[in-house]
């Protein structure tokens, strides 16, 4: 990679000097893996700026290069599927926000596993806040008839006396989880 190349790059996406020049100082190795991860996934200007805040705050936070962690496992990963480009950038950015956020990712991967384990029928969904921000929980019913509503609120009445119900409202109330900061 050369300065060249990330300079052909920038100019064919109508990024701004400022980018450019910015991108041009960063250590060669990251700026090649940036240049990766742009021209893999077509990146405009702000999503690049996106992605590269995101790995540059892991980077700071855990002693890595750059390059280290725009080439993370889970990054390749999500850049290699046979899927959209839209499909893939939102694999990377969720891989991303897995290494930003490792704390709050485990607690909703725990949240996930307790609303699993209370036996909900298809007919009950229990729904999180988004970035776990609230303390509550969305519960939709849906039913046909009388006799299905009866049956989905029994299921509902018995998962809320179950101990991991507990434990869900415990863990949005912020005990486990502080977005990492």
Same mark, same amino acid.
Request: charge should be neutral; charged fraction near 30%.
């Given at each position: 990679?050369?300065? *060249?190349?990330?300079?052909?790059?920038?100019?064919?996406?109508?990024?701004?000097?400022?980018?450019?020049?910015?991108?041009?100082?960063?250590?060669? @190795?990251?700026?090649?893996?940036?240049?990766?991860?742009?021209?893999?996934?077509?990146?405009?200007?702000?999503? &690049?700026?996106?992605?590269?805040?995101?790995?540059? !705050?892991?980077?700071?936070?855990?002693?890595?290069?750059?390059?280290?962690? &725009?080439?993370?496992?889970?990054?390749?990963?999500?850049? /290699?599927?046979?899927?959209?480009?839209?499909?893939? +950038?939102? +694999?990377?950015?969720?891989? *991303?926000?897995?290494?930003?956020?490792?704390?709050?990712?485990?607690?909703?991967?725990?949240?996930?596993? &307790?609303?699993?384990?209370?036996?909900?029928?298809?007919?009950?969904?229990?729904?999180?806040?988004?970035?776990? !921000?609230?303390?509550?929980?969305?519960?939709?019913?849906?039913? @046909?008839?009388?006799?299905?509503?009866? /049956? /989905?609120? +029994?299921?509902? @009445?018995a998962a809320a006396d179950r101990p991991g119900c507990a434990e869900i409202f415990r863990l949005l109330g912020g005990e486990?989880?502080?977005?990492?900061?």
């Amino acid at each position: 990679m050369t300065h *060249l190349d990330i300079r052909a790059y920038a100019a064919a996406r109508r990024y701004s000097a400022a980018t450019t020049e910015r991108w041009l100082r960063i250590e060669p @190795q990251g700026g090649e893996a940036l240049l990766e991860v742009a021209t893999a996934l077509r990146l405009g200007e702000n999503q &690049l700026r996106g992605l590269w805040e995101w790995a540059e !705050e892991i980077a700071v936070r855990d002693g890595l290069s750059l390059a280290q962690v &725009l080439r993370h496992e889970s990054i390749l990963a999500a850049r /290699a599927r046979p899927l959209s480009r839209n499909d893939r +950038l939102k +694999l990377v950015k969720a891989a *991303l926000r897995r290494l930003r956020f490792p704390r709050l990712v485990a607690t909703e991967d725990r949240l996930a596993t &307790l609303i699993g384990a209370l036996g909900l029928p298809r007919s009950v969904r229990m729904t999180l806040p988004d970035h776990l !921000e609230g303390d509550e929980v969305r519960v939709e019913i849906v039913a @046909q008839d009388p006799a299905a509503l009866r /049956a /989905a609120a +029994l299921a509902l @009445q018995a998962a809320a006396d179950r101990p991991g119900c507990a434990e869900i409202f415990r863990l949005l109330g912020g005990e486990s989880h502080d977005h990492d900061g």
